[in-house]
């Protein structure tokens, strides 16, 4: 196994333990009559709820990496923070840890966010005739999936950039919000 694999394969495994999770979540719910057999109120449908809570706070730590690149990328920030006596190379040296750990964890992130939004949806009896919810579903996919091509290292340089240009808009985490929020205010009435 060359170096590049091995640097990979615990994200693999990691993917492949929640993608063996969710498919025995989505057999098990089936088993039982579908998503429209769980009661409201069930402890099940609560734990889809708590799930959707754990997806959210994902996407949230995700996209806040996002945010804090921009915000670095900046140069105004540096030399706004100087007047308040605030040692600009000890912040720096801080916020590369910060933005480091942050890039570490992306794609493990990145698996629970989609794997719990699909098993939040599951276990809520969301997937009904929800647009939003199919919308939301295939932007997840897309970005992890363009985000598992750019990881890997035989691919040409073309793809390479168009995964790219497509996983690092922010614009996609905006529309992910507004799609959620228009789609659990309709699920209100």
């Known amino acids: 196994m060359n170096p590049t694999n091995k640097k990979n394969l615990p994200i693999l495994l990691f993917a492949f333990a929640f993608v063996t999770v969710t498919i025995a979540g989505v057999w098990y719910v089936s088993s039982i009559g579908g998503p429209s057999a769980i009661p409201r109120r069930s402890p099940l449908n609560q734990f889809g709820k708590f799930l959707g809570g754990v997806s959210m706070l994902s996407l949230v730590a995700l ?3 996002t ?3 921009l915000l670095l990328m900046k140069g105004d920030l540096w030399s706004r923070l100087e007047p308040l006596g605030v040692d600009i190379v000890e912040a720096k040296s801080l916020s590369g840890t910060v933005l480091s750990w942050l890039n570490k964890t992306h794609p493990y992130l990145g698996v629970i966010a989609l794997s719990f939004v699909f ?3 599951v276990f809520t009896n969301s997937l009904q005739d929800n647009v939003f919810l199919y919308a939301i579903l295939a932007l997840i996919f897309a970005e992890g999936v363009t ?13 390479k950039k168009g995964n790219y240009l497509l996983h690092s808009q922010f614009l996609v985490g905006i529309l992910l919000l507004f799609l959620t929020l228009v789609g659990h205010l309709l699920l209100k009435f």
């Open 63 to 65: 996209y806040s990496r």
């Open 67 to 69: 945010v804090f690149k």
């Open 119 to 121: 098993l939040h949806c």
């Open 147 to 159: 985000g598992m091509i750019m990881e890997l290292h035989n691919i040409p340089v073309g793809v």
